[in-house]
T-cell receptor, first 117, second 117 residues
C-alpha cells in the first residue's frame, strides 16, 4: 500500500488564485512529520513547510499553508495568490520512525503545477 | 556553509562501467540518504546511514553500494552500471531522531544526473 499518495499528476491555476495540492498518508507511528517540497525546473529540492503529528494548528509559511486533517490522514498544501514562479513539481513527504529507532522519509510521486498568466 | 554538495553534477557511463558519487555535508548531521528520482515515481530511497560507519538498505538498493567512513561524507557506488540506473541521484542529510531538532527537514544536494548507455 502507498504510504504517501498524491492523486493529482498535474494541476493548472490562474495567476493570483489559490490552489490546493492533495496529499494523503498512511502510518502507524503516532509521532510523524509531514513535509512539502518544491522542485522547479532547475532540479533542486526546496523545503516549503512542515507539520508535526502532534501540532494542534495548521502550519503556515508565507503564502503556503498545510491543511492538516489528522483523522482523514490528509496533509494538503494550499498556495495562496499563485505566482508564475510557483510553477514547479511539488512533493509531499512523510517522516516516520523505524523499528531501529531512527527516521525514514517517504515521498509521494509529485504534482506538477502550472501557473497561467 | 555549503550545506549538501554532490560530485559530479553530470556523468555519462557505458554499460558495465563503475563510478562513485560523492556527497558531503557540513551541518554535522547524523543521518544521510541517497535517493534516485525517475519520471512519475518521485524519490525512492536507495541506501541511508544513521551514523559514521553504519549503512542500511532502502527501497531500491540493488546494484548500488554505499560507504560512510566519515560523518560528513556518504559515497554511492555503482559497480557495474546498467541502463536502468539512468536517473537523477539526490543526496540528503538530516539531524538524528535524538538530536532534539525534530522540526528540521532533510537538506538536499543539487543532484547528479547519470546517463548509462
Amino acid at each position: 500500500a502507498q504510504k504517501i499518495t498524491q492523486t493529482q499528476p498535474g494541476m493548472f491555476v490562474q495567476e493570483k488564485e489559490a490552489v490546493t495540492l492533495d496529499c494523503t498518508y498512511d502510518t502507524s507511528d503516532p509521532s510523524y512529520g509531514l513535509f512539502w517540497y518544491k522542485q522547479p525546473s532547475s532540479g533542486e529540492m526546496i523545503f516549503l513547510i512542515y507539520q508535526g503529528s502532534y501540532d494542534q494548528q495548521n502550519a503556515t509559511e508565507g503564502r503556503y499553508s498545510l491543511n492538516f486533517q489528522k483523522a482523514r490522514k490528509s496533509a494538503n498544501l494550499v498556495i495562496s495568490a499563485s505566482q508564475l514562479g510557483d510553477s514547479a513539481m511539488y512533493f509531499c513527504a512523510m517522516r516516520e520512525g523505524t523499528t531501529s529507532g531512527t527516521y525514514k522519509y517517504i515521498f509521494g510521486t509529485g504534482t506538477r503545477l502550472k501557473v497561467l498568466a | 556553509n555549503a550545506g549538501v554538495t554532490q560530485t559530479p553534477k553530470f556523468r555519462v557511463l557505458k554499460t558495465g562501467q563503475s563510478m562513485t558519487l560523492l556527497c558531503a555535508q557540513d551541518m554535522n548531521h547524523e543521518y544521510m540518504y541517497w535517493y534516485r528520482q525517475d519520471p512519475g515515481m518521485g524519490l525512492r530511497l536507495i541506501h541511508y546511514s544513521v551514523g559514521e560507519g553504519t549503512t542500511a538498505k532502502g527501497e531500491v538498493p540493488d546494484g548500488y553500494n554505499v560507504s560512510r567512513l566519515k560523518k560528513q561524507n556518504f559515497l554511492l557506488g555503482l559497480e557495474s552500471a546498467a541502463p536502468s540506473q539512468t536517473s537523477v541521484y539526490f543526496c540528503a542529510s538530516s539531524p538524528s531522531r535524538t538530536s532534539g531538532r525534530a522540526l528540521e527537514t532533510q537538506y538536499f544536494g543539487p543532484g547528479t544526473r547519470l546517463l548509462v548507455l
